[in-house]
Structures are given as structure tokens and as C-alpha cells.
Nanobody
């Protein structure tokens, strides 16, 4: 049974930073890609970034240059460092895992999901 647990969300001021963590358990080597998604109020869930076991990454345009995804395979943990946060980054952030090598950012490609962690960017 795959379990993904997000942490690190909270309230931050515009321009600030947060680091989210996704701890994965029960993840076999078949789950090669772990991604971060977010769901902003009133919006559909959207891909933020993903990473494979070899460290290859993919980013949504809005995340490029501000967010950095990384992965510690020994700890089965994926991180999302978010800098220069904006109010429009306010969302619930989810991590998800999938098999196969493709670095996709579409929710339907992912098999297992965490419960999410809330990020609020506000002054």
C-alpha cells in the first residue's frame, strides 16, 4: 500500500519561502516519478513539478525559476522548495506517485495521492 504524506505547508508572506516534503512509504521501484500538484481555490488541480528517481525534472511554467524539486531516494522523500511566493500560489499542495518514466504533469497520469498540505501566501 503506497502512502504519501505531505508536510511543510503554512502561512507565509509574499516574497517568502516554504519547503514542502512528501514522505513516501510502500513505494516500489516501479514508482519512478513523484510529482507535486496544487489546487487553488475555485480552480482545477494543476501540476507544479515532478522528478524521477534519476533526478530528471519537469516544471510548470509558473514554477520555473521559483520552485525547485528534489528527491532523497534513501529517505523516500521528495521536496519542493518554493521561493518568491505570491498570493496566487495559495493552494493545497499534493504529492502523487506514478509508474513509468514519463515526466508528466497531468493529474490523470498519477495513481496514488497524499492528503495535501495547505499553503497560504498573504500579508
Amino acid at each position: 500500500q503506497v502512502q504519501l504524506v505531505e508536510s511543510g505547508g503554512g502561512l507565509v508572506r509574499p516574497g517568502g519561502s516554504l519547503r514542502l516534503s512528501c514522505a513516501a512509504s510502500g513505494v516500489s521501484s516501479d514508482y519512478t516519478v513523484i510529482a507535486w500538484f496544487r489546487q487553488r481555490p475555485g480552480k482545477e488541480r494543476e501540476g507544479v513539478s515532478c522528478i524521477d528517481r534519476g533526478g530528471r525534472t519537469n516544471y510548470a511554467d509558473f514554477a520555473e525559476g521559483r520552485f525547485t524539486i528534489s528527491r532523497d531516494n534513501a529517505k523516500n522523500t521528495v521536496y519542493l522548495q518554493m521561493n518568491s511566493l505570491k498570493p496566487e500560489d495559495t493552494a493545497v499542495y499534493f504529492c502523487a506517485a506514478k509508474g513509468g518514466p514519463a515526466l508528466l504533469l497531468h493529474p490523470r497520469a498519477y495513481d496514488d495521492w497524499g492528503q495535501g498540505t495547505r499553503v497560504t501566501v498573504s500579508s
